[in-house]
T-cell receptor, first 118, second 108 residues
Framework: GAVVSQHPSWVICKSGTSVKIECRSL??????MFWYRQFPKQSLMLMAT?????????EQGVEKDKFLINHASLTLSTLTVTSAHPEDSSFYIC??????????????FGNGTRLTVT | DAKTTQPNSMESNEEEPVHLPCNHS???????IHWYRQLPSQGPEYVIH???SNVNNRMASLAIAEDRKSSTLILHRATLRDAAVYYC?????????FGDGTTLTVKP
C-alpha cells in the first residue's frame, strides 16, 4: 500500500530556533499533501494544503510566515517552523493523496512529528 | 464545509462486533464518506470509504444510509488492537475537516 514517511519522529529545540519536518511519499507521486497539527486529547487541525510546484494554501489563523511549506517535488513536502516558541509544541502530521486530488482517494498519513520547544 | 458528528466514546468486548455511527446530515451529493483511525502518538490510518453503496474490505464494512445522512463503520470482530480514535470525515471540493472522533475501548 501507499506509504508516507515523516521525519523526524520527534524533535526538541530551543525557543527562537527553526525546525524542518519532512514528509515523503515513498512509492507514489503525491501532487497534494496536507499538514495538520494536533494538540493532546484534541482532533487534527488542518494547517495548510500543499500542491507540488505552487504556493501552499493556509487555513485561517495559520501564519504562513511562521509555518513555511515547500512542496518542491512530487514526493517531498517540508514544513519549517520558524522562530519556534513553546506554544508551537505539538504533534505535526502530514498526509498525501495518491492519484491526484480525487476525493475518491484515501488520505495516506505519516506517523507524525512530536515537536517540543523548550 | 459539511460536518460530521460522532459519539465521544464507545466500548466493546473483544471478539464482538462493533458499530460506530456517524451523522452527516449536511452531506452533499459529491461528498465521499471516509473513515480513519488513530492510535496514540501515531498518524491516522485509512480504514474505508464510500459514496453511496455499502463497502467491505479486509478491515471493516461501511454501511451508508439510503439518504446518505448517516453511516456506520462495522468492525466484525473487535480485537484489542482495534482500540483507537475513529474519525469519520467527508471529502469533496472543500476541506476535509476532522471532528472529535469516537474513542473505542475494547475490553478483553
Amino acid at each position: 500500500g501507499a506509504v508516507v514517511s515523516q521525519h523526524p519522529s520527534w524533535v526538541i529545540c530551543k525557543s527562537g530556533t527553526s525546525v524542518k519536518i519532512e514528509c515523503r511519499s515513498l512509492d507514489f507521486q503525491a501532487t497534494t499533501m496536507f499538514w495538520y497539527r494536533q494538540f493532546p486529547k484534541q482532533s487534527l487541525m488542518l494547517m495548510a494544503t500543499s500542491n507540488e510546484g505552487s504556493k501552499a494554501t493556509y487555513e485561517q489563523g495559520v501564519e504562513k510566515d511562521k509555518f513555511l511549506i515547500n512542496h518542491a517535488s512530487l514526493t517531498l513536502s517540508t514544513l519549517t517552523v520558524t522562530s519556534a516558541h513553546p506554544e508551537d509544541s505539538s504533534f505535526y502530521i502530514c498526509s498525501a493523496i495518491f492519484g491526484g486530488s480525487s476525493y475518491n482517494s484515501p488520505l495516506h498519513f505519516g506517523n507524525g512529528t512530536r515537536l517540543t520547544v523548550t | 464545509d459539511a460536518k460530521t458528528t460522532q459519539p465521544n466514546s464507545m466500548e466493546s468486548n473483544e471478539e464482538e462486533p462493533v458499530h460506530l455511527p456517524c451523522n452527516h446530515s449536511t452531506i452533499s451529493g459529491t461528498d465521499y464518506i471516509h473513515w480513519y483511525r488513530q492510535l496514540p502518538s501515531q498518524g491516522p490510518e485509512y480504514v474505508i470509504h464510500g459514496l453511496t453503496s455499502n463497502v467491505n474490505n479486509r478491515m471493516a464494512s461501511l454501511a451508508i444510509a439510503e439518504d446518505r445522512k448517516s453511516s456506520t463503520l462495522i468492525l466484525h470482530r473487535a480485537t484489542l488492537r482495534d482500540a483507537a480514535v475513529y474519525y469519520c470525515i467527508l471529502r469533496n471540493a472543500g476541506k476535509s475537516t476532522f471532528g472529535d472522533g469516537t474513542t473505542l475501548t475494547v475490553k478483553p
